[in-house]
């Protein structure tokens, strides 16, 4: 009989798939799409059928251990999807598969020792002195133990025992064997009570039960009251709670065929407060225009994006399930993509309102018992709607119509501390164009990648011009800080000259405005709401003037040069170019070069003691890290238990409240100076994000943005509200300097614990790649010091790639020459000893 092969991708990282042979029992199971348990080196890894060779030269091939599923776990459709990001963001395939299953579902094995020495006294005292290591191991094993090697490594900080346990197993003294785990997540599997049709008749005629105990009989009655024609059975644990029964009894009654139990499995869903219906909302102009042509598109059966603009508060909400509406009507399902902090029960709860148990929810809060019957109730079709975050793009609905990506600008879409590098946006659109169905980009202020590809047609843009609301945009004020520090200095003189006191070494130092001072003390007294903001992210390496807001850039890169504190010099992280930082600033002579920026925590003391009265919450990553601490933190803000919430970009996002009526920003530099060509995108979309939380009902809004550089276009544009006009020039400064859209960008990066090896191998990597681009296809910048040098001891280099989409418009020349430069490279390199880690980040999100 010929041999049945198949390829499977594994969660290791080689880029390749792994040839098993299949035994005749197995094979009728054998569909590509199911999981596959298999043998590979010592251990076994649960992997993924990809694809059925016909012959094979490979020699000395392992049979397959098991077949997992019934149903394949990933339809055709997902093995191509999967592939694709394998290919496009350099991860082997079964690394995207396994980031594309619910967790907890893989099987692994692990080897487990055991002490089997039959004199352990004597042992242990042979080899106290002369051989620790061993003392040591059998002295934690003693007593019947069992350990995994990482145990056993753990507990003896060592770096390597393979070679000791070796031979101690050679010796007889203890066993390695190995055993597989089972699967974390699981169905849930309840048991339910029913009557039989003997049952029934007995409660109906009673005379056949009268002698019943009285328990017996009350289980009997409230069986019949709990179930109908429609609902046959009841789930016991909970039934024998409401009526105090016990299941002696109900045993009892199941041995006189009275009573049946069953077994059926149940799916976890995570509890919302109590729904209302919707209330019946009829589409202004503008709304309908765009649902029309996306209904359009749905109906047409073929692939399309659309960018749907919409301030905030324009009703793009709104256009969202009307579109699904259709599309579940006309039998198809969709996924519905939100940034994880927005994925608040206020959102979903909109959703259920209108597609009740047609939706479920995938994020990272929830347990892995509820991620996994989320995604088994879209797998089985259970379900026609997923709302999630990021990896719910890989959600294993069928027949999708419609993909909605909301906020698609946001920078929580794009996965970068572990492979595969992927971005949800772009995913959505790569699986929309392979399944031939539609995609909803939306956002209030949307990427320039995505601005710039309505110019060039690839997607249709649709404009929610409005707030739905009798709301209109909010007043927005710039405030100099450098002119307000100058205001202080002039008042101190005169203090100073009426009071004869010393002038201070160092002038009184605020973070908040007179102006923003006045307006929060009207807001407190009025009790109307107020949002202050401070994301004091990443940019406090960036030297300002105090004085008049000057700051170093690199004359190639236009990106703020970043301070390193220990050689005492400016650097561009992109290009590596370095300067002396300047004794004065260049522009006013001023001393005041400051890399100082105030935390939220210093933000909030101050607050306090200008308004003592005040309550002020602070939403930050430190106070929002327990789970449900960001949800507590908001509803205490919107009943109005507090009257400041100040807080991080958090603050910015997607929060709905009536009451507030004052935006504060209290420096917009943070973000405008950060060392990354987005840095203006960026400053822009969070200004104009958080200027949306202000004055969302009939109350006027009003935004207070403190900055040194007040004449920054990031800043000119957002106080007009004009979107057109900052992409426009956005657009032609990425233009003038190959940023993306322009160019396709590849962060190559280097990080190890040595300086020098870390540098070496940064090098070694790039002379590859420059041999590669003889023709300069490409731009190669560095190896540079990333912007932040160095993380907990690990020194980090950047290479950064911009491919030209003139000169290499598909990416595949690039793609070519690092798969070769990255092969040499590791070819050379065999004896790193995984001291060095090197990253390929494709479309890097920050370059921080
Ligand atoms: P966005 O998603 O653009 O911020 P939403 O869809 O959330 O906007 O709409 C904002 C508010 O206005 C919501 O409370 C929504 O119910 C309401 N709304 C949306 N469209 C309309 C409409 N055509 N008429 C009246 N209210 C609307
Ligand atoms: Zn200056
Ligand atoms: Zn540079």
Redesign the pocket.
């Given at each position: 009989m010929n041999q049945f092969f198949i390829d499977i991708a594994l969660p290791v990282p080689v880029d390749r798939t792994f040839t098993y042979i299949v035994s005749p029992e197995l094979q009728p199971l054998v569909i590509p799409g199911k999981r596959a348990l298999v043998p590979f080196g010592k251990k076994h890894l649960t992997g993924v059928i990809v694809g059925l060779p016909a012959t094979t030269n490979n020699r000395g091939l392992k049979p397959v251990t098991d077949i997992l599923d019934a149903k394949p776990t990933f339809s055709p459709e997902m093995l191509l999807l999967t592939k694709w990001i394998s290919e496009y963001y350099f991860t082997p395939w079964g690394e995207v598969l396994k980031a594309a299953t619910p967790q907890g579902l893989s099987q692994e094995s692990k080897m487990i020792v055991r002490l089997i020495l039959q004199d352990i006294k004597a042992v242990l005292q042979a080899t106290k002195n002369s051989a620790p290591q061993r003392h040591a191991i059998i002295h934690a094993l003693a007593g019947g133990k069992s350990l995994t090697f990482t145990q056993i490594k753990q507990k003896l900080h060592a770096k390597s025992i393979h070679a000791v346990l070796n031979e101690m197993q050679q010796r007889g003294w203890i066993s390695i064997t190995e055993e597989i785990g089972k699967a974390k997540a699981k169905p849930k599997i309840e048991r339910f009570a029913s009557l039989t049709a003997l049952g029934l008749k007995a409660v109906m005629d009673r005379t056949s039960v009268s002698s019943f105990p009285s328990k017996q009989l009350s289980i009997l009655e409230e069986l019949k009251n709990e179930t109908s024609s429609e609902i046959n059975a009841v789930e016991i644990n909970s039934f024998l709670k409401r009526h105090h029964g016990s299941l002696s009894s109900v045993k009892t009654l199941v041995k006189k065929g009275l009573v049946n139990i069953s077994k059926h499995e149940v799916f976890r869903r995570s509890e919302y407060d109590p729904i209302e219906p919707?209330?019946k909302?009829?589409?202004?102009a503008n709304?309908q225009h765009a649902l029309n042509e996306i209904i359009n598109a749905t109906t047409a059966g073929s692939f399309k994006a659309f960018l749907l603009h919409?301030?905030?508060?324009?009703?793009?909400?709104?256009?969202?399930?009307e579109a699904i509406r259709n599309v579940i009507a006309n039998g198809k399902t969709a996924i519905v993509l939100v940034p994880e902090i927005s994925l608040t029960p206020q959102t979903v709860r909109?959703f259920k309102a209108h597609f009740g148990n047609n939706v479920a929810v995938m994020h990272s809060q929830m347990s892995i018992g509820e991620r996994y019957d989320a995604w088994r109730m879209a797998h089985q079709g259970k379900v026609k709607i997923i709302i999630g975050a990021r990896s719910a793009i890989f959600a294993p609905l069928e027949n999708i119509g419609l993909i909605v990506i909301?906020e698609e600008h946001d920078s929580s879409y794009k996965q970068y501390d572990a492979a595969p590098r992927y971005n949800a946006r772009d995913v959505a659109l790569v699986r929309a164009s392979q399944i031939k169905s539609v995609v909803v980009l939306?956002s209030?202020t949307p990427s320039a990648e995505s601005y710039a590809n309505t110019i060039n047609e690839k997607y249709m843009l649709l404009e929610?011009p409005h707030?739905?609301?009798t709301a209109r945009l909010p007043t927005i004020d710039i405030i100099d800080m450098a002119e307000e520090r100058r205001r202080i200095y002039e008042e101190l003189k005169k203090e100073i000259e009426i009071s004869a006191k010393p002038f201070p070494r160092r002038l009184p130092d605020s973070s908040i405005s007179y102006l923003l001072k006045t307006q929060i003390a009207g807001r407190l007294e009025r009790k109307e709401g107020i949002i202050l903001l401070q994301n004091r992210r990443g940019f406090s390496h960036v030297m300002e003037c105090y004085e008049c807001g000057y700051v170093e850039k690199c004359g190639n890169c236009e990106v703020s040069l970043t301070f390193h504190s220990t050689k005492k010099h400016l650097r561009c992280h992109y290009c590596g170019f370095v300067k002396k930082p300047p004794p004065v600033c260049p522009k006013c002579r001023s001393t005041e070069l400051r890399m100082h920026v105030f935390g939220t925590q210093q933000v909030q003391q101050e607050l306090q003691e200008l308004f003592p009265k005040a309550v002020i919450l602070r939403m930050d990553r430190d106070t929002t890290s327990s789970k449900g601490a960001h949800n507590k933190i908001l509803k205490q803000f919107e009943s109005g238990e507090a009257d400041i919430l100040l807080g991080t970009q958090m603050v910015a996002k997607?929060l709905?409240f009536p009451r507030v009526t004052l935006v504060g920003v209290i420096s917009a530099d943070t973000q405008m100076l950060l060392p990354d060509f987005r840095a203006s995108e960026g400053t822009f979309q969070l200004l104009t994000q958080v200027a949306?939380r202000a004055g969302?009902s009939n109350l006027a809004g009003e935004v207070v943005i403190q900055t040194l550089q007040p004449a920054h276009y990031s800043l000119k544009h957002v106080l007009l509200h004009d979107f057109r006009g900052f992409y426009q020039e956005e657009l032609e400064y990425r233009r003038e300097l190959n940023y993306p859209p322009f160019s396709r960008i590849v962060l190559v990066e280097f990080s190890g614990e040595k300086e020098n090896e870390v540098q070496h191998h940064a090098k070694k990597f790039t002379d590859f790649l420059t041999d590669h681009n003889k023709q300069n296809r490409f731009i190669i910048l560095g190896p540079a010091d990333a912007a932040i040098p160095k993380i907990r001891n690990v020194y980090r280099k950047h290479i950064v790639v911009k491919d030209l989409k003139n000169s290499d418009p598909s990416g595949l020349f690039l793609r070519s020459a690092l798969l070769k430069a990255k092969a040499q490279y590791e070819a050379s390199s065999l004896v790193i000893h995984k001291k060095i880690r090197m990253i390929i980040d494709v479309d890097p999100q920050g370059m921080m």
């Amino acid at each position: 009989m010929n041999q049945f092969f198949i390829d499977i991708a594994l969660p290791v990282p080689v880029d390749r798939t792994f040839t098993y042979i299949v035994s005749p029992e197995l094979q009728p199971l054998v569909i590509p799409g199911k999981r596959a348990l298999v043998p590979f080196g010592k251990k076994h890894l649960t992997g993924v059928i990809v694809g059925l060779p016909a012959t094979t030269n490979n020699r000395g091939l392992k049979p397959v251990t098991d077949i997992l599923d019934a149903k394949p776990t990933f339809s055709p459709e997902m093995l191509l999807l999967t592939k694709w990001i394998s290919e496009y963001y350099f991860t082997p395939w079964g690394e995207v598969l396994k980031a594309a299953t619910p967790q907890g579902l893989s099987q692994e094995s692990k080897m487990i020792v055991r002490l089997i020495l039959q004199d352990i006294k004597a042992v242990l005292q042979a080899t106290k002195n002369s051989a620790p290591q061993r003392h040591a191991i059998i002295h934690a094993l003693a007593g019947g133990k069992s350990l995994t090697f990482t145990q056993i490594k753990q507990k003896l900080h060592a770096k390597s025992i393979h070679a000791v346990l070796n031979e101690m197993q050679q010796r007889g003294w203890i066993s390695i064997t190995e055993e597989i785990g089972k699967a974390k997540a699981k169905p849930k599997i309840e048991r339910f009570a029913s009557l039989t049709a003997l049952g029934l008749k007995a409660v109906m005629d009673r005379t056949s039960v009268s002698s019943f105990p009285s328990k017996q009989l009350s289980i009997l009655e409230e069986l019949k009251n709990e179930t109908s024609s429609e609902i046959n059975a009841v789930e016991i644990n909970s039934f024998l709670k409401r009526h105090h029964g016990s299941l002696s009894s109900v045993k009892t009654l199941v041995k006189k065929g009275l009573v049946n139990i069953s077994k059926h499995e149940v799916f976890r869903r995570s509890e919302y407060d109590p729904i209302e219906p919707p209330p019946k909302i009829a589409l202004n102009a503008n709304q309908q225009h765009a649902l029309n042509e996306i209904i359009n598109a749905t109906t047409a059966g073929s692939f399309k994006a659309f960018l749907l603009h919409g301030i905030t508060g324009s009703g793009k909400t709104q256009v969202y399930i009307e579109a699904i509406r259709n599309v579940i009507a006309n039998g198809k399902t969709a996924i519905v993509l939100v940034p994880e902090i927005s994925l608040t029960p206020q959102t979903v709860r909109r959703f259920k309102a209108h597609f009740g148990n047609n939706v479920a929810v995938m994020h990272s809060q929830m347990s892995i018992g509820e991620r996994y019957d989320a995604w088994r109730m879209a797998h089985q079709g259970k379900v026609k709607i997923i709302i999630g975050a990021r990896s719910a793009i890989f959600a294993p609905l069928e027949n999708i119509g419609l993909i909605v990506i909301d906020e698609e600008h946001d920078s929580s879409y794009k996965q970068y501390d572990a492979a595969p590098r992927y971005n949800a946006r772009d995913v959505a659109l790569v699986r929309a164009s392979q399944i031939k169905s539609v995609v909803v980009l939306g956002s209030a202020t949307p990427s320039a990648e995505s601005y710039a590809n309505t110019i060039n047609e690839k997607y249709m843009l649709l404009e929610l011009p409005h707030r739905v609301d009798t709301a209109r945009l909010p007043t927005i004020d710039i405030i100099d800080m450098a002119e307000e520090r100058r205001r202080i200095y002039e008042e101190l003189k005169k203090e100073i000259e009426i009071s004869a006191k010393p002038f201070p070494r160092r002038l009184p130092d605020s973070s908040i405005s007179y102006l923003l001072k006045t307006q929060i003390a009207g807001r407190l007294e009025r009790k109307e709401g107020i949002i202050l903001l401070q994301n004091r992210r990443g940019f406090s390496h960036v030297m300002e003037c105090y004085e008049c807001g000057y700051v170093e850039k690199c004359g190639n890169c236009e990106v703020s040069l970043t301070f390193h504190s220990t050689k005492k010099h400016l650097r561009c992280h992109y290009c590596g170019f370095v300067k002396k930082p300047p004794p004065v600033c260049p522009k006013c002579r001023s001393t005041e070069l400051r890399m100082h920026v105030f935390g939220t925590q210093q933000v909030q003391q101050e607050l306090q003691e200008l308004f003592p009265k005040a309550v002020i919450l602070r939403m930050d990553r430190d106070t929002t890290s327990s789970k449900g601490a960001h949800n507590k933190i908001l509803k205490q803000f919107e009943s109005g238990e507090a009257d400041i919430l100040l807080g991080t970009q958090m603050v910015a996002k997607g929060l709905d409240f009536p009451r507030v009526t004052l935006v504060g920003v209290i420096s917009a530099d943070t973000q405008m100076l950060l060392p990354d060509f987005r840095a203006s995108e960026g400053t822009f979309q969070l200004l104009t994000q958080v200027a949306g939380r202000a004055g969302r009902s009939n109350l006027a809004g009003e935004v207070v943005i403190q900055t040194l550089q007040p004449a920054h276009y990031s800043l000119k544009h957002v106080l007009l509200h004009d979107f057109r006009g900052f992409y426009q020039e956005e657009l032609e400064y990425r233009r003038e300097l190959n940023y993306p859209p322009f160019s396709r960008i590849v962060l190559v990066e280097f990080s190890g614990e040595k300086e020098n090896e870390v540098q070496h191998h940064a090098k070694k990597f790039t002379d590859f790649l420059t041999d590669h681009n003889k023709q300069n296809r490409f731009i190669i910048l560095g190896p540079a010091d990333a912007a932040i040098p160095k993380i907990r001891n690990v020194y980090r280099k950047h290479i950064v790639v911009k491919d030209l989409k003139n000169s290499d418009p598909s990416g595949l020349f690039l793609r070519s020459a690092l798969l070769k430069a990255k092969a040499q490279y590791e070819a050379s390199s065999l004896v790193i000893h995984k001291k060095i880690r090197m990253i390929i980040d494709v479309d890097p999100q920050g370059m921080m």
